[in-house]
């Protein structure tokens, strides 16, 4: 009977312990179905997308972009550029090459312009101001005006230069201000005449540091194009190629030669005609010149003969002893 009890009792207890177990692992699989529905990978993935986390690598990357944007507006670049057109007329050209740098906004700093000759291409070349934002454009226009034989740009960043004219200029302003200032309140004549010389030194320094910064500032808001405008090439007379092209061309250059001996003795002529003058009245006063002598003494007596040279002639008495 006893023994029968502690059975009983034996399994009571392995009944109580086996539901336990069960209800801890029903618990535990309903606990894990419940996390398994908000996930936390779910969550660590899809809060960024909704949340400011999620959005702050891409604000960072557009603010240095915009940062980039606002530095290149910054930058002072001067452009310089030349074109080379081939065109039927280089002179036509030129005035519609005039009107668009006018249309641009733009001037024509100088212009030449050299008709063509047997030899020579005519040729125009105009030197452009063109706003910096509208030299593309003004480039565009000019290329449908002719053959384009050579194109080049260059650019030159001064932004540094700029900047350093900038704070010059702006410390130079303000020390004249300060100046101003002192001067309005002197009252010794010799303080006035000191603040005077300063103010005039600062202020020439001060308008020199503008003027350049104003020529700076030009080229950088109007770049600078250089178009040469060609007429087609001089075509190369052709050599003879056989006898009788030989015989033609030796004959257009014997008459050539002979038209140019012409020209020379007309050339010539006139000179010749004045020397031949000039040598007949050279000769005629010569002439009247010895006649004139010759009247002027007609009964000259004429010029005794030599004595002999003999030695015995030579000592006294020589002849009365002979």
Do not use: K, N
């Amino acid at each position: 009977m006893m023994r029968r009890r502690a059975l009983l009792a034996a399994s009571a207890a392995l009944t109580v312990l086996l539901l336990g177990g069960c209800g801890i692992g029903t618990s535990g699989s309903d606990a894990g179905d419940d996390s398994g529905g908000v996930s936390q990978p779910d969550v660590g993935v899809d809060a960024p997308a909704e949340g400011g986390e999620g959005v702050a690598p891409r604000d960072e990357e557009q603010f240095g972009e915009d940062r980039q944007v606002d530095q290149d507006d910054d930058r002072s670049v001067i452009t310089t550029g030349w074109l080379a057109l081939t065109v039927d007329d280089p002179v036509e050209s030129a005035a519609e090459v005039a009107d668009l740098a006018d249309r641009a906004g733009g001037r024509v700093e100088s212009r030449s312009e050299t008709p063509g000759t047997d030899t020579q291409r005519a040729r125009a070349t105009l030197v452009l101001r063109i706003p910096s934002d509208g030299l593309d454009a003004v480039l565009a226009d000019l290329r449908e005006l002719g053959d384009v034989s050579s194109v080049q740009l260059d650019a030159t960043d001064v932004t540094q230069e700029r900047q350093d004219l900038d704070a010059r200029i702006e410390a130079l302003q303000a020390s004249v201000d300060r100046l101003l200032a002192l001067l309005a309140e002197a009252d010794d004549t010799a303080d006035l005449i000191a603040i005077e010389s300063e103010l005039t030194t600062r202020q020439a320094e001060l308008d020199s540091l503008t003027t350049r910064r104003d020529r700076l500032a030009d080229q950088v808001d109007y770049s600078t194009l250089t178009v040469e405008l060609l007429s087609e090439g001089v075509a190369p007379e052709a050599g003879p190629d056989d006898f009788w092209s030989g015989v033609a061309a030796g004959w257009e250059a014997l008459v050539r030669f002979a038209s140019g001996l012409l020209v020379v003795a007309g050339v010539l002529l006139p000179w010749l005609g004045a020397a031949l003058v000039v040598a007949a009245v050279v000769t005629g006063i010569v002439l009247l010149a010895i006649r004139a002598r010759r009247r002027s003494h007609p009964h000259a007596p004429p010029a005794a003969p030599a004595a002999p040279d003999d030695p015995g002639d030579a000592g006294p008495g020589g002849g009365d002893r002979a």
